[in-house]
């Protein structure tokens, strides 16, 4: 690992000029994440065209200076900030926004790594088009690749990876080698499907320079209810018979504990309590369903479609459901959106995020909330989760004046019990859709089967052969 | 590579048993393809489970045999039978069949290599559930996963890739080794999603053993209608139209074109003429909507659903439309279902199997009406194709008594014209769905990256070192 220099600064300036190098403070804001993570970068790289993206990735290989891929730094793993050392160089694609281009025909969209999902959507939506990817913060497109974002609604469009048509990225090797990965096609079969190995693996096989997405006809019309279950035995065949009667119209069936209510509300004074005059309960789902197209007269009304519907699952099936509110879309998506806001200010916050076939994950909650206070009394169980697809957002609000929280890697020996038993027990991912970062590694190193690592070494040696990113796949 | 000898049968009939070896005649039904290739097989070992299969595989390896796998073999690019060496072991995965379970709440089924989609669907249907890929043939799942299968619903389901959560592999190294990539969950990031490595890849890197596939609820109302665009250059215009106002309902868009439909009436005889006292129209287009749920009371029927949609767009857009036929769902499957059988009657077929923006489909489909029969006039172009995701059927049937068509390597030069036009000019992929097999390798050859050839030849130094399948991919 070499030391950077001033000759080393004033040769990539040279490369990217002035606006395409940040040293000293102006590093600040690259330098910590949005969980808290803060390290000390050697300089900050923003390339403007992939072609200088090319050239700062092989001005660090040569230089042999680690690189850290960066994207709008809003990931929650530690996945996308230099280390401590000052010996790192942040390269951030958000000045990589020289092309968006919209494909109406073919529904997709050939864009840089650096627009943000809220400005992909804004140009799509001028042909009624939108990226299917949902979620509360507003990433870069690079970043969501390189993590293989979800969402809540995934049940009804897949994930990033799913929605993913081709990719250019950038090999860390010495030539900064550009390389294409699938195209505009929807179909394809001539060999290896290449761009899935930089989907999801946080770039530490190549950055993603440019990619071709899927869009999606936005919706039309949107009905939303909330649902409380008797019991929490009852969300899975609730699921069940939402799925059967909504069919593919169902785009989010979303659970969310009480106690992840109550954390939003009593943190977001501008939401709206939907349970007046009430307290809490337990869990309650959100259910939406909806349309592509303008409402036409001869059909029914997407609202009364879904009270027809909850209506006579209610009346079949009187031990599962306790009650029903339908309320605005906006408001329930607020409350929904405002939780993981609301559990941050909760208190000390340990956010896990875990996967699950469908079946366990109601099992796996259930136990938890015996199993956990026993080890950790002093933990409050706040999570939520896309039911529909068997993730969960375990998020755990440790009171702060606790003296057991103060105690060595706190976070660490909760991670390993929760982790130990989603894995070993129910066959389920510590890892839904977060991904690895520094907070998951040991847990990665944990639970990986060995022939994968040494898989992922010869990937590595093959692509990037020189430091890349965070986690250590090999 | 060795010989085989009587030593070596009487050591791998030790390991499988007597039915899990087969020599001389009882070879020959796995010598042939379903597109007329022929080779010769050393023998063919028939694994029962899949510590069989690694036994067999490390036997081969051990004795330098290569290996060919093959499922059903009814794919049709030459991809899963031997050469005519006698020198390759044909592993067969027919009786990998002892697990078939499906777990209901979670939507998925966890299976070995072995079954057909016919037997997986009946199984699937006693829980309300089907796998969602749509093709006429019948094959084994472990070829569908081989060759990355698509079909008819593409545009609703996905392809295979999309409906895979988890697979297990086994190695062509030493011993054989049995992997496990993913599992049941819909929703993990934890490191390099491996299975995607070994779907679309003929098995080049390792053979599958089991998997575990999404299930989709089973459609419980159907409506399909035939419409006849008023030209080519409409069809495009029409698929956008259907898709924003069936959304999510759309569950197919195939395009066909009037020979294809020719070529089918005229040689199954089963089949109804939906085109009563007419010509067939240049061009029509089955549109299937569909629904999962039972129909309720409170609701438009499907049917009507289709027919006030089809009207709506024939008001607006007289310029689109020439006619629109309501015909029975099975009466309109039946006639799709049937051109492949009825252009390998008409005359000698080459199967192209292409695939574009959709936005370019017509386009091409346009140009070759007149550049297709300028240089091969003997040539009667009877394609059909899913028009929704960019697939073109590309079948040419050749009149067989053209001198033209006797001239050496007749197909390769077809091929050659159709294929550097759609790639070179278009953009396009020479194979959507069909793969590479022997037929498209020196396509294959011509068209990859050298980059690409180079990290394949690192996964299968990796992975599976010894020869094993058809297509070379490095």
Redesign the interface.
């Known amino acids: 690992m070499g030391t950077t220099n001033k000759d080393q600064i004033e040769q990539i300036r040279q490369l990217l000029g002035n606006d395409g190098v940040l040293t000293g403070n102006d590093c600040l804001t690259y330098e910590s994440g949005a969980r808290f993570d803060v390290g000390k970068a050697a300089f900050v790289l923003r390339p403007a065209t992939v072609s200088e993206l090319s050239a700062a990735v092989s001005f660090c290989v040569r230089n042999s200076i680690p690189i850290i891929p960066q994207s709008a730094n809003t990931g929650v793993v530690a996945g996308s900030t230099p280390d401590p050392s000052g010996t790192q160089a942040v390269i951030s694609l958000e000045r990589l926004r020289n092309r968006l281009e919209i ?6 969209v050939h864009l840089d790594a650096g627009y943000r999902l809220s400005e992909l959507n804004a140009r799509s939506e001028q042909h ?1 088009l939108f990226f299917p990817i949902d979620l509360g913060a507003d990433p870069l497109v690079g970043g969501m690749i390189a ?2 974002t ?1 969402g809540a609604r ?1 049940i ?1 469009y ?2 990033v ?2 929605n993913t048509l081709g990719l250019t990225v950038v090999f860390a090797d010495e030539k900064g ?1 550009v ?3 699938g ?12 761009k ?2 930089f ?3 946080c770039g530490v096989f190549g950055i993603v320079a440019e990619c071709v997405l899927n869009l999606e ?1 936005v919706p039309q019309q949107v009905a939303t209810a909330l649902l409380v279950p008797k019991s929490l035995d009852a969300v ?1 065949p609730l699921l ?1 018979l939402v ?7 169902l785009s989010a069936f979303e659970g969310m504990s009480g106690n992840a209510i109550a954390a939003a509300l009593a943190h977001v004074p501008r939401l709206k309590n939907p349970f007046p005059q009430r307290e809490y309960p337990e869990y309650a789902i959100l259910v939406e369903i909806s ?3 303008e409402a ?1 007269q ?3 009304l997407i609202d ?2 879904l009270q ?1 519907m909850l209506s ?1 699952i209610w009346d079949g099936n009187d031990e599962l459901l306790e009650d029903v509110l339908v309320g605005p879309s906006d408001e329930l998506w607020a409350l929904r959106h405002a939780i993981s806001e609301g559990v941050k200010a909760a208190g000390k916050l340990v956010a896990l995020d875990i ?5 366990d994950v109601m099992r796996f909650l259930k136990r938890m909330r015996t199993d956990l206070p026993a080890a950790f009394p002093e933990v409050r169980i706040c999570e939520f989760g ?1 039911i529909g ?3 969960v957002h375990f998020n755990l609000v440790v009171d702060r004046d606790s003296a057991n929280a103060a105690g060595p890697d706190y976070e660490g020996r909760i991670r390993s019990l929760v982790y130990n038993i989603v894995v070993n027990e129910y ?10 970062g520094r907070k ?1 590694q040991a847990y ?1 190193d944990r ?3 060995e ?2 690592k ?3 070494a ?2 590595k ?3 990037s052969p020189s430091p890349l990113g965070v ?1 250590v ?1 090999w």
């Open positions: 494909d109406a025909e073919n529904r997709s009624g993590t293989n979800g995934f009804r897949g994930d990876r799913r080698s390389v294409k990965l195209s505009s096609l929807r179909k394809s079969n001539v060999g290896v499907d290449w899935q190995l989907i999801g693996t006809p899975l069940d799925e059967r009667r909504a069919g593919p119209s349309r592509s197209w036409q001869s059909e029914i009364e479609q027809t006579e996967a699950f076939k469908r079946g896309h697809d068997g993730g066959g389920g991912s510590f890892s839904a859709e977060h991904n690895i998951n990665y639970f990986t089967d022939n994968l040494r898989l992922s010869a990937l040696n093959s692509t986690p796949l």
